[in-house]
């Protein structure tokens, strides 16, 4: 009952923070036509970059699982991503996604430790890679401007060097703390480093956990490489789903520079605020927030998220349906498991 009522009280956030959004706007009927008029051939290749993203986190997972020693079958591989997707869509943020399909490959693979590691280095390495390329394509527009050749206002200018400054930083965060996890003398001077720290007692824990998951693959610096390849094809992918929905809403709406700007930012504001399931609200008005620092419509990127969101459900369904088949199906396919599965 409690987590019913939970669920229930993150659903209606989710909602409330929509009613919100929508009374900010001057016309909400309009925006609900501009959504009914959209184009529907360019939101199908949206849907069809979305897919292949989602496709690409599975083989990206592969490469790091091969390097550690497990061998999944592609198509395994692919439908425990799919039922990620499907919990990333309706649980908070992606926490759930990346619970169901470490929990899929413990189940098969008895090697527990190993698949949490996989799953951790492979959120991380994707969020270093995505505040990566927002600190490359703000700085670009920084001293380029606009993709369409327009000179950005004073307002945008000062949004997007503060995007530049925060995404850089945390970009060279997050690789420092690669190599420190990476390297052995620089793990440990790190652990004393947050040692002679506030809260302590509790961040050394949490270092000392993410060090032993990179252990395995302290040497594996091809898989690594790899992965960051297909973390930055994501980044390409998603960027360009944002850029179709765009178009087919307002041809010319926004540019896709502006979108490789704002869609780093909009995925870390859903990572780090799960209030909602599958963040219903929190993406949105991240739209919002971004299409208007760039100086676009904030109506325009309400409308966006809102699309996205639906084909994010759409793209989702097969990772229900495989997730309600259950694992005896997937399990006939592969003999990695010894023993019977474990329903998920």
């Excluded at 659903?11 to 959504?35: M, N, S, W």
């Excluded at 401007?145 to 949004?159: F, V």
């Excluded at 652990?191 to 060090?211: F, M, N, R």
């Excluded at 929190?282 to 109506?299: E, K, M, P, V, W």
């Amino acid at each position: 009952m409690n987590d019913r009522l939970w669920t229930l009280l993150k659903l209606a956030v989710g909602v409330g923070l929509l009613y919100l959004l929508f009374t900010r706007l001057e016309d909400p009927v309009a925006l609900v036509q501009q959504i009914a008029n959209a184009n529907p051939w360019l939101l199908l290749l949206g849907a069809s970059c979305y897919a292949s993203a989602v496709a690409l986190s599975g083989l990206k997972w592969g490469v790091l699982l091969r390097a550690i020693g497990l061998a999944v079958p592609l198509r395994r591989l692919l439908a425990y991503q799919w039922i990620a997707e499907f919990f990333n869509n309706f649980l908070p943020a992606q926490v759930g996604g990346d619970v169901m399909r470490g929990y899929a490959l413990a189940a098969d693979t008895h090697r527990r430790a190993d698949a949490a590691a996989s799953i951790l280095i492979d959120r991380f390495l994707g969020l270093l890679v995505f505040m990566a390329s927002a600190a490359v394509a703000s700085t670009v527009m920084l001293f380029v401007g606009r993709p369409d050749g327009q000179t950005l206002a004073d307002e945008s200018l000062i949004s997007i060097r503060l995007i530049a400054l925060g995404s850089t930083g945390m970009a060279l965060l997050l690789f420092a703390m690669l190599a420190a996890m990476l390297s052995r003398r620089l793990k440990y001077l790190a652990e004393w480093l947050l040692g002679q720290l506030p809260l302590a007692s509790h961040t050394v824990p949490i270092w000392q956990k993410l060090a032993a998951a990179f252990n395995a693959y302290r040497h594996a610096y091809p898989a690594l490489v790899r992965c960051a390849i297909g973390s930055t094809l994501i980044v390409l992918l998603t960027s360009v789903n944002i850029w179709l929905i765009t178009n087919a809403l307002t041809p010319g709406g926004i540019d896709l520079g502006e979108v490789l700007v704002i869609n780093p930012i909009i995925v870390f504001i859903g990572l780090i605020v799960p209030l909602s399931p599958g963040g219903l609200g929190i993406r949105q008005g991240a739209f919002y927030a971004t299409f208007l620092l760039i100086g676009r419509s904030g109506a325009l990127g309400l409308a966006v998220g809102l699309l996205q969101q639906f084909i994010g459900y759409l793209v989702s369904v097969p990772g229900g349906y495989l997730w309600v088949r259950g694992r005896n199906v997937l399990a006939a396919e592969s003999p990695l498991a010894a023993e019977p599965p474990v329903k998920l």
